[in-house]
């Protein structure tokens, strides 16, 4: 057998360089690892908002149905009202004496709330038309408001201590 003759800072090509390829190997796996686990929790996440989401769109429609089934009732009973009164004093009257507390005979203007959780309600306010207006369309309301709102006072969390510039 020929050998060849090598130096001691020679570098041969018969040797394989397993460092590296292991290191590289080792470095991807651990990306994809990462990466899948970080894409995991980011679905979980998602999903969790999905949830909340659909939740609070079947409160709103659920709330909104039984809104429009109040307002048939209210349109039913002011027709009703509408024909037993000569003035729109009277008229007022009636309406208040049916609503109690919801009519604000000043302002003309009819309030009820649905329920929609825990900390929302729809809010409806319906402004009422003189007795001669109502007589002449086939309305006797319009819609002044028919809005999602709070039922709780939302109070800002300030007690996480904040540098505001002026102390060390």
Known sequence: MKGTIKSKNSKGWGQAQIGTSSLVLIFTVLAL???????LSSARV?????????????????????????????????????????????????????????VDTAGGILTYRIPMGEDQHLLVELKLLPLETARQTAKN??????VVQNSQEYEIDDRLPVWNGEEL
């Open 33 to 39: 690892v990462i990466f899948s686990t970080l894409s």
């Open 46 to 102: 998602d999903q969790r908002l999905a949830e909340k989401t659909a939740q609070h769109v079947e409160a709103y429609y659920k709330a909104d149905a039984l809104g429009e089934e109040t307002l048939r009732d209210i349109n039913r009973r002011l027709e009703e009202s509408e024909m037993f009164s000569g003035t729109n004093g009277e008229y007022l009257e009636r309406i208040r004496f049916l609503y109690e507390d919801k």
């Open 141 to 146: 309301y319009t819609i002044h408001k028919w």
